[in-house]
């Protein structure tokens, strides 16, 4: 059960990483190949200022899965993946601050019966 519990947590982390790489990928490819100029034609015609300052104009579609999208799916599945580690405990988060090193984890011996 522990392996399926570590697998899980680990999924959601990589989607998340996955989603938060595709949205630095959208914002080169708007930028690279977005519309100028707004399109009325085609709908493209909410401005979007990405990659250092160029001015886009996108779909509602686009503008929906950049700006909301994709930046909640990524935040969610942080969170979603601390909180179910917190519960399950399969991953030891603890650490000790030593005044003479910094952060060093804590390690835990099991005592003799």
Not at 29 to 36: E, H, I, L, M, V
Not at 87 to 101: A, E, G, V
Request: hydrophobic fraction near 45%; glycine fraction near 4%; charge should be positive.
């Amino acid at each position: 059960m522990a392996v399926l519990q570590k697998s899980l947590i680990v999924l959601l982390l990589m989607i998340a990483a996955a989603s938060f790489i595709y949205i630095l990928y959208l914002d080169s490819y708007y930028d690279r190949y977005g519309a100028r100029e707004p399109q009325p034609t085609e709908g493209r015609i909410h401005l979007k200022t990405v990659h250092h300052g160029t001015r886009v104009f996108l779909t509602e579609k686009e503008r929906l899965n950049f700006n909301v999208l994709l930046p909640s799916v990524s935040i969610l599945c942080v969170l979603i993946a601390g909180l179910l580690n917190l519960r399950w405990k399969c991953f030891d988060t603890s650490m000790h601050i030593s005044p003479r090193w910094g952060v060093e984890p804590v390690v835990k011996l099991k005592k003799k019966k």
